[in-house]
């Protein structure tokens, strides 16, 4: 639904033009008599092109009714590409059928940005409806320029699926449905998927991935993904993703309202499959190796309880201090089996893993942690690209004392104050000294606030660890 075009050989139902304030030109092919009219409308309405500022105007031209709208993106200096998303988005979330889109300045015909509001534009999870939502058709008119926006499609395409996934109820999204899921991705874009059932999770001595998801009807499943195709590069990357497809928080049950949403606490695990897809796809050189922990998080007589001590894969004991916290345990199990089983050579795990995010941070901007200053620099960039806000939270050592146990080698959660900082340092002593990224999606996966994505699922990270690992 988007393309770019070199030639105008046909009528749109909409023709868009962006100008930046104080630098607006009227189209030399339209008949005097429309420049005259535009010109005369453009001084009544006081028309500038101030930042969001929009001017319709409808005409006759040689026997066509055109419908036009003039965009103000604001001064060229205070120009951004989040100011593109808003404004672009903004006005073209109203509209619907063919979109022709022209800028008056280079800048403004930013096809990678357009490719990506036009995804998030027609993404309608409306699987169960029966009225489906309509497609906006986006045209950009580069003139005499051919332009390949393959990519660009190809990670609008993958975010789709991330937010799909998401936006599917607990009903549908099981851990083996989501199994089921990996392995039809990666048979159509292009990467292995081995799927490790209870008996081998229980085997493998991943004792806390069992104890979450024990309780429930549908038992576990540890998706491994990979897609080797470094060639002699020693490098293997390692993607987790928190894969709670429901998380009723166990017996220290969450209230009602706090359950409503909760289909979306794998969305880790979402974008972790939406950026394997895009990687296949792009046929990116590098090896990579992604992990889910697949669960739910239910309540039955068998439920691990606050105050069990829990022996993990690589060892330690764990004391369980709040069944709600239950996406670290899942994620530190599965961060073992890649650092020890896959050889992975650094770790991103992605995970709606904690409310204290949300107060932190609000649903706007993702809490990254990190041992390693060059693999975050390395990711800010790259989620610079794509308008993924993230901001990284401190490590210091001292809030280890908050997670240590009289009865175990470690507890699980370090209470409320800093709680996204101690579930962190919780993470980290399983990474065993490799590079590891923790990027805590819980405020940003699902509903966000920002300004260029529809409410529900958003897809983020998944273009954020497509230029991670492509970039490098």
Request: proline share 2%.
């Amino acid at each position: 639904m988007f393309k770019v075009i070199n030639k105008i050989e046909k009528g749109y139902d909409l023709n868009v033009t962006l100008v930046f304030e104080e630098q607006i030109k009227i189209c030399e092919f339209l008949s005097p008599e429309n420049i005259k009219l535009i010109e005369r409308l453009i001084n009544k309405k006081e028309f500038t092109g101030k930042k969001g500022e929009l001017l319709k105007i409808d005409f006759i031209e040689r026997d066509n009714l055109v419908s036009m709208y003039y965009v103000g993106m604001g001064k060229e200096e205070d120009f951004n590409l989040d100011v593109y998303r808003e404004v672009v988005f903004d006005v073209l979330s109203k509209e619907k059928g063919e979109v022709l889109i022209s800028g008056q300045n280079e800048k403004l015909l930013d096809y990678n940005v357009l490719g990506e509001i036009a995804s998030n534009l027609n993404y309608n999870f409306d699987t169960f409806k029966n009225k489906k939502g309509e497609k906006l058709e986006i045209n950009l008119f580069v003139a005499e320029k051919e332009i390949d926006f393959s990519e660009t499609i190809a990670l609008g395409e993958a975010t789709d699926i991330a937010r799909d996934l998401v936006d599917q109820p607990a009903n549908i999204i099981n851990p083996i449905t989501l199994s089921e899921k990996a392995l039809e991705l990666g048979k159509k874009y292009g990467f292995e998927v081995e799927i490790l059932d209870e008996k081998q999770i229980e085997d493998l001595g991943m004792n806390l991935l069992m104890a979450v998801g024990r309780a429930s009807v549908t038992k576990p499943r540890l998706i491994v993904m990979r897609y080797l195709n470094g060639k002699d590069n020693n490098e293997k990357i390692g993607l987790v993703g928190k894969g709670l497809t429901y998380d009723t928080g166990g017996l220290c049950i969450k209230p009602a309202d706090s359950m409503f949403e909760m289909k979306s606490d794998m969305a880790g695990a979402a974008s972790v499959i939406g950026a394997m897809c895009a990687i296949a796809n792009r046929k990116v050189e590098k090896n990579v190796v992604a992990i889910v922990p697949a669960c739910e998080n239910a309540i039955n007589g068998n439920a691990y309880r606050p105050g069990d001590i829990i022996t993990s894969m690589n060892g330690k004991s764990v004391e369980i201090i709040n069944t709600d916290a239950e996406g670290r345990l899942a994620l530190a199990d599965a961060i073992t089996y890649a650092v020890r089983n896959e050889k992975v050579t650094e770790i991103v795990d992605l995970a709606t893993l904690t409310g204290a995010i949300l107060v932190a941070l609000g649903s706007l901007t993702t809490g990254v942690f990190s041992n390693n200053d060059e693999k975050y620099d390395l990711l800010e960039r790259s989620s610079k690209e794509y308008g993924e806000k993230i901001w990284r939270m401190p490590l210091f050592n001292e809030y280890e004392d908050l997670l240590k146990s009289t009865v175990a080698d470690v507890k699980h959660t370090g209470g409320r104050m800093g709680g996204s900082i101690t579930a962190a340092k919780f993470l980290e002593g399983f990474v065993e000294g490799l590079p590891w990224i923790h990027m805590d999606i819980a405020g940003t996966a699902f509903n966000s606030s920002v300004k260029w994505v529809k409410k529900g699922a958003t897809g983020v990270g998944v273009k954020t660890l497509y230029s991670y690992v492509k970039n490098r």
